[in-house]
């Protein structure tokens, strides 16, 4: 039987929900850097980033923040492509193999 959850305390803040939600959290963000160190990386990208946000002149990693920003763009624009792609190029192939060799090591 479900407890009651009378005294206010919302389910993500039960111990069992962060023993959950933080190793999933870390897998994430473990999945999305091997992705943009792996096949995601391009010069440009702090480039771009310094140019939409002017006070990060003196920045010269991409953070975090800056890798899922880019992953959500990469899907975003994965969904609407033609509904025939062209098939992968040889360099994305390779890049998607290295990925998942990278990951299962």
């Not at 850097?33 to 002017?54: F, S, V």
């Not at 193999?97 to 990278?102: K, M, P, S, V, Y």
């Amino acid at each position: 039987m479900a407890r009651s959850r009378a005294n206010g305390q919302a389910r993500n803040r039960a111990a069992a929900a962060v023993r959950r939600t933080i190793p999933f959290q870390l897998a994430c963000q473990t999945l999305t850097m091997t992705w943009y160190m792996t096949a995601g990386h391009d010069p440009a990208d702090l480039d771009e980033r310094r140019a939409r946000a002017p006070w990060y002149r003196s920045k010269n990693q991409p953070s975090t923040a800056d890798m899922l920003a880019k992953l959500r763009r990469v899907l975003i624009a994965a969904r609407f492509r033609a509904s025939h792609p062209d098939p992968p190029t040889r360099e994305e192939t390779h890049a998607i193999r290295l990925a998942w060799e990278t990951t299962a090591a």
